[in-house]
């Protein structure tokens, strides 16, 4: 089977931003593969978090993938400042780039920033489609899982029909999860075909962040063994 690596992305949301820098770094030594930073402006949802400067003063103290996700309505406006700043990844929503997705894609790409698209629960996933089958791909699809804007909520079951929808027309596409993901949503997340997973609440909310990394990541192998 053709498969994909499982990237675990604890999401910073849930850290304690006053040690954001040690955080990190305590994520990563645990065994996380990536850094999941939400940006949030305030309109496209109904909370404010992270920009540019908070990505930049990180980006001094780590060199692990910033897997940024733009809860924005006006993504565009953000390329050049989360390059700069030093984002991996730029992941932006379907929702507010159905007029400019491919001038979007392109700039984001020139910055060197891998692009993702991703979609809310209301989304239908076929309008990821033409993103990851365009000249200039999406290098991700992030299925949120949980109505985008706040960590802790509970994980909507009922999204694993686009996870399978993805992983069925795409074998090697980079799926990401985000909300709600823990030792007992894994599992079905894992079966429909997500390797990216965003943990925050039950990451940062364990006794041993490390034991629940290791089990997500346990969980992805399992299911998609990338052989
Ligand atoms: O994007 C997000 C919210 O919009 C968060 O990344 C997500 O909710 C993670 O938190 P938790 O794992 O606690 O649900």
Avoid at 9 to 23: G, H, I, T, V
Avoid at 24 to 29: H, T
Avoid at 93 to 111: D, F, P, R
Avoid at 167 to 192: C, F, H, M, Q, W
Wanted: proline share 7%; with cysteine; net charge negative.
């Amino acid at each position: 089977m053709v498969g994909v690596s499982p990237k675990i992305a604890p999401s910073m949301l849930s850290s304690d931003f006053a040690n954001l820098a040690a955080e990190a770094k305590r994520m990563i030594d645990l065994g996380a593969n990536w850094l999941h930073m939400d940006i949030m402006d305030g309109h496209f949802v109904p909370n404010l978090t992270i920009g540019a400067p908070v990505i930049e003063s990180l980006r001094k103290h780590t060199n692990a993938y910033l897997d940024c996700h733009l809860m924005v309505t006006n993504p565009m406006d953000y390329v050049d400042q989360m390059a700069k700043a030093g984002a991996s990844g730029f992941t932006f929503h379907v929702e507010v780039a159905k007029e400019n997705w491919q001038e979007l894609v392109k700039k984001i790409k020139s910055t060197g920033m891998r692009p993702g698209v991703a979609l809310k629960p209301g989304t239908p996933v076929e309008q990821v489609y033409p993103l990851v089958e365009g000249t200039d791909p999406v290098e991700m699809v992030l299925v949120m899982t949980v109505e985008p804007g706040f960590g802790g909520q509970m994980f909507m079951p009922n999204m694993m029909d686009k996870v399978r929808a993805l992983r069925n027309k795409y074998p090697t596409l980079d799926i990401e999860v985000d909300g709600g993901l823990g030792p007992s949503t894994i599992d079905a997340a894992a079966a429909a075909g997500a390797n990216c997973i965003v943990a925050g609440s039950s990451v940062f909310g364990a006794p041993e962040p490390g034991d629940v990394i290791s089990l997500l990541r346990a969980s992805v192998e399992k299911a998609q063994p990338s052989t």
